[in-house]
């Protein structure tokens, strides 16, 4: 996990200003230092609202903008990279092909928070391969689909995530049953899956505070309509309507590690006496969950399964942190790989001499 200080100086977003002017967090940055250039997205688009959280979350959370690599792959979503923390690292890669640049980096420095941007195109259709191999792998990373049904960059046509019945401005009707990205992650095991509307910023900005926390891959799946595109009556990807079908499973509340470190003695909460849930993150940080979904359990992957469909049935989009597993495997440990990052060890060690290479090829004969 990349090394990050938690939090903010006063654990709001607002500390100490810089000199009299903007707050700073604690590496005294402002969240203007988490920009990037000026976004070329159409007034109005759902990526632009959601790029604006991740500056947010990655500031208010502290992160060290040079352990930072954003990637992408093509699509409108895979534009928004540039959009936000500019003094990071970056790679734009080609289509669906994001994965792979994350399992690589992931791999070669821990100590790098990779951030890939995708987008519906990009993961459920071409993409979809590497998507699945990259969950399995649970690769160290946050995963940000951006969904808004429509293939944007060429003129509006379904993308796998359309739902049956949705209409194009044209008055063309999806007839595919539509992919659903969080059931596809929760059912091959990512370890957190949540499902958020850019038009819900709180909402959506605890739950990338809490992926930037957590230690593992974080999918955080986001409907972010298309005003261009679809945005009209007929379009199930309109704000209207998912401002209509989004339903929340639970208030939810990012606590972060330096102010749940003030009370170390407190007892955790598992919701059952009925008061708010608390599940706790790798840094130290928890989420505090007052249940609006009656008996959903994030932590029960079947019936998160069941819970999802069933909502899907009724027209009904559930949303928040919808699965989330604190101690599976990462890749790295998975592969035991050394604690010290790959991309800094010497060639001494990397570069087998002589005698192992004569050990291995004797292994072949």
């Known amino acids: 996990m990349a090394k990050i200080v938690s939090g903010n100086v ?15 967090n604690r590496l005294g940055l402002t969240a203007r230092d988490y920009e990037g250039e000026k976004s070329t997205l159409c007034p109005g688009c759902g990526h632009e609202i959601a790029t604006k959280q991740i ?22 979503s895979s534009r928004t990279p540039s959009f936000f923390a500019g003094r990071a690292h970056g790679f734009n890669g080609i289509h669906g092909r994001m994965p792979g640049l994350a399992t690589g980096i992931a791999a070669a420095n821990r100590e790098l928070l990779p951030i890939g941007i995708s987008g519906d195109g990009d993961t459920a259709a071409i993409g979809i391969g590497q998507f699945i191999h990259l969950i399995r792998r649970n690769v160290r990373m946050i995963y940000v689909m951006e969904d808004n049904g429509v293939y944007s960059l060429t003129k509006g046509q379904f993308s796998p995530t359309a739902d049956i019945g949705s209409t194009l401005k044209d008055g063309s009707i999806n007839d595919q049953e539509p992919v659903d990205c969080c059931s596809l992650a929760i059912l091959l095991g990512c370890p957190y899956v949540a499902r958020s509307f850019s038009g819900d910023p709180v909402q ?5 505070k809490g992926a930037i926390a957590h230690n593992g891959m974080a999918f955080v799946h986001v409907l ?28 939810i509340e990012f606590v972060p590690a330096e102010v ?28 505090r969950l007052d249940p609006l979904e009656e008996g959903y359990d994030p932590g029960d992957r079947a019936r998160a399964l069941e819970r999802i469909a069933a909502a899907a049935r009724d027209g009904r989009l559930l949303t928040g942190l919808l699965y989330y597993e604190p101690n599976r495997l990462d890749m790295n440990r998975m592969l035991n790989l050394v604690e010290e990052p790959l991309a800094n060890l010497p060639p001494g060690k990397t570069r087998p001499g002589r005698e192992v290479l004569d050990e291995i090829m004797q292994t072949f004969k």
């Open 224 to 251: 972010s309509p298309c005003v261009t595109f679809n945005d009209h009556e007929g379009s199930t990807k309109s704000y209207k309507r998912i401002r209509e079908a989004a339903c929340p499973v639970h208030r």
């Open 260 to 287: 749940a470190a003030k009370e170390p003695d407190r007892a955790r909460r598992d919701g059952r006496d009925g008061t708010p849930r608390e599940l706790h993150l790798a840094d130290g940080s928890f989420f």
């Open 10 to 24: 006063a654990g709001t977003g607002k500390g100490r200003q810089a000199g009299g002017g903007d707050p700073v």
């Open 55 to 76: 500056v947010r979350a990655l500031w208010e959370m502290s992160v060290e903008p040079y352990r930072i690599v954003k990637i992408s792959g093509i699509g409108c």
């Open 204 to 208: 959506l900005l605890a739950l990338l």
